[in-house]
Each structure stands twice: as structure tokens, then as C-alpha cells.
């Protein structure tokens, strides 16, 4: 974990518009920038720092200038509420992050404690924000809408197979598990089985024969990519073919590396793809103009920053409750992904799932497409 200043080009150019030194507004990134999980920290790096650089080039955010602090979660609970306490000490008002809903939920309870707030781009578990703390926002959906996206399309595409339902006993995975098993139940699909594997498993060659006897034809996972591509991978090698769905926790082309050819028809669930935006295709110019593919989450981390800036504009004030108590009023935010408008609890009012696949792209590689 270390402080991150913006890049010595970005923080001469503001000088000389300015002429001088501006006040500065601190803003932790925590996420798992190391780990098995480093892929979705990068996501959310880049997008805070590409959203910082356009705001400070333009000035900042009534007239004060956005400084970064980094923090490194590595997706263990633990660690979080290090970073969290590290924050609070290095005096950093905002924060985006944490990407596991296992991580944001315990250190939102450091900020709430401290006057910090906290904006998620991609913690979807809906107890980070059913808590009645003042400090949580996300600029991702919810997995009971994410679950009820996934169940209704099992229920309506693949009520005559045999399902299974299998996560990684975390917040994020059993609780997506549980939604999407809760809304296909009520669809009147039953599932033939229903396990939990440990995070760092590597070896699934007991979970899959135990598929295979059971006739198993799909299968949900609740997790995230590196768990699915191993179980997918070893799948295939053993033979054994099924339909598979998953979250928005495979939403990286890791997966596909991970998983081989063999991921190839997996169904998956996310919001609408943000790069097909027009609000956002500056910003994606930008990003793939520096050799990063804004995938997944990463404009959702962008849009968190572009939250907190017009929450400050808006409350014309640094102080977060101040910014939080304007957010919560409702009032629509221009962000990339689109207008957001948050509810009292903090999540959007407008959070919408749709279904992917992964396939081939043109040049070949497989990757995931919103369907039709």
C-alpha cells in the first residue's frame, strides 16, 4: 500500500493553468491490486486514476485538485479494514472500492466511523447498503437484480435440464448462488445439486464427478473467474460438457485464459456494456490509447469518481456527509455508463442486468458479447 500522486506531466499542466499550488481533495482506491483477483484491481485503478486526471486537467473539483492514495486489499476481509484504517490516518475523505462484497462491507464500517465515503463499483451484495449507514453508494447493480435476471432465464430457456448450483461460499458468490437459485425456485425450477467450494481450490475432479452421476446438464457458479475457469476447464477435460452461467465475477478475459476453449457458450450476467456508451467513448478512446482495454468494471470505477465529484460540487463542500446527504436527494448524475440517480439506501434506482456469452470475437479470441 503507498500514496499514488498523478503523473508528473498531469500535475505540472495543472500548476500552470493555475498558477499556483491548489488545495487537494484525498481519494483512496482500494481494491485487490495483487492476488488472484489483481485483474478486477486494475480495473478499478485505472478507471479512478484516467477519471481523476480528466477532472484535475479541468480544473478540479471547485477549484481543489484530487490526489490519489492506493490500497491494496489482496480480496482478504482482513486487509480491507487495514487499508480502511490506513486511509483514515493518511486523512482521505472519499473512497472507491472495494471490489468483493466480503471486503466493502466490514471496512464501510471503518469509514462510516470516520466521515468517509464510500463509493463501490462493483460490490453487489445487497448488505452493503441495507445496513441504514450514511457513507455507502455503489455504481453497480444489486445480486438480488442480478439473480433474478439469471433465474428468470434458466426458468425460461433451460427449465427441462438438471441444474446445479455451485459457489465459493463467499459474501459475493453464495450470495449470488442464493439469489439465482431463490428466483429460478420460484420460477418452479429445482435444482439437483447444490455445493460450496473453498477459494484457492484447485483440483474440482470430485465436485465434477459428483455432476456427472447426477446427470447435471447446467451449471450456475456463483464466484469468480479463476474457481469457474478451473471447474470449466477440468470439466471439459473430463469429459463433461454442461451449460454454465455465471456473474459479473468472471467479467474479465483472464477467464477465458483460465478456462481455455472450454469457456466458450458460457452464459453470463453484467449491467449493459458501459463501452458501448456514447457517454463514455472519450474516456475509452483514452484508455485503449494507453494500451488498456476498459473491460468490466473499470468505467464503473470511473463513474464512482465522477459521483463524488459532482456530490461535492453539489454540496459545495469536501465534508462527505455533506456530499452524501446531496447524493441521496436523487438528483440524476451524468456519469460514463450512463445517468445515475441513488435511493436512500444508496444503491442506483436504475441498476439493470442483461445476459452475455462468451465466444469468439472477430480476430478470434474468445471474450463476452451481450446478446441479442
Excluded at 478486477?40 to 479541468?58: P, R, S, T, W, Y
Excluded at 486487509?79 to 471486503?103: E, I, L, P
Excluded at 455507502?136 to 427441462?160: E, H, P
Aim: glycine share 12%; with cysteine.
Amino acid at each position: 500500500m503507498r500514496k499514488y500522486l498523478l503523473s508528473s506531466a498531469a500535475m505540472i499542466a495543472s500548476v500552470l493553468l493555475t498558477g499556483s499550488a491548489l488545495a487537494e481533495i484525498k481519494l483512496g482506491v482500494a481494491g485487490p491490486l495483487t492476488g488472484p483477483n489483481a485483474a478486477f484491481g486494475a480495473q478499478l485503478q485505472k478507471g479512478a486514476e484516467q477519471a481523476v486526471a480528466d477532472i484535475n486537467a479541468a480544473g478540479g473539483i471547485n477549484g481543489e485538485q484530487i490526489v490519489l492514495t492506493l490500497g491494496d486489499d489482496v480480496s482478504d476481509p482482513k486487509q480491507g479494514v487495514s487499508v480502511a484504517n490506513k486511509f483514515v490516518g493518511d486523512g482521505v475523505t472519499f473512497v472507491v472500492g472495494n471490489f468483493n462484497s466480503s471486503v466493502s462491507i466490514p471496512s464501510s464500517e471503518v469509514f462510516a466511523e470516520n466521515g468517509i465515503l464510500q463509493v463501490t463499483p462493483a460490490s453487489t451484495n445487497p448488505t452493503f447498503t441495507e445496513r441504514s449507514l450514511w457513507n455507502t453508494f455503489r455504481t453497480c447493480g444489486r445480486d438480488d437484480q442480478q439473480g433474478a435476471v439469471a433465474g428468470g432465464y434458466i426458468a425460461s430457456n433451460l427449465k427441462d435440464k438438471k441444474v446445479a448450483v455451485i459457489h465459493d461460499k463467499t459474501t459475493y458468490g453464495q450470495g449470488l448462488a442464493d439469489e439465482t437459485k431463490k428466483a429460478m425456485n420460484a420460477a418452479g425450477v429445482t435444482e439437483v445439486m447444490y455445493e460450496g467450494v473453498n477459494v484457492g481450490d484447485k483440483d474440482f475432479s470430485s465436485l465434477i464427478s459428483k455432476m456427472k452421476a447426477a446427470g447435471v446438464e447446467v451449471v450456475y457458479w456463483g464466484g469468480l473467474h479463476t474457481e469457474g475457469g478451473l471447474i470449466i476447464r477440468q470439466s471439459a477435460d473430463a469429459g463433461f460438457k454442461p451449460v454454465v452461467m455465471s456473474g459479473d465475477g468472471i467479467t474479465s478475459d483472464e477467464f477465458a485464459s483460465i478456462g481455455g476453449p472450454a469457456v466458450e457458450g458460457t452464459l453470463m450476467t453484467f449491467g449493459p456494456d458501459p463501452r458501448k456508451n456514447p457517454a463514455s467513448a472519450d474516456a475509452v478512446a483514452k484508455f485503449r490509447a494507453a494500451g488498456f482495454e476498459p473491460e468490466a468494471y473499470t468505467l464503473y470505477s470511473y463513474a464512482a469518481v465522477q459521483v463524488i465529484a459532482e456530490g461535492i460540487k453539489r454540496a459545495g463542500s469536501t465534508d462527505a456527509q455533506a456530499v452524501a446527504a446531496k447524493l441521496h436527494e436523487g438528483e440524476p448524475i451524468t456519469t460514463v455508463i450512463g445517468s445515475l440517480a441513488y435511493d436512500a439506501k444508496g444503491d442506483r434506482k436504475d441498476a439493470d442486468y442483461t445476459m452475455y456469452v462468451w465466444k469468439p470475437n472477430a480476430d478470434g479470441k474468445i471474450t463476452y458479447a451481450q446478446m441479442d
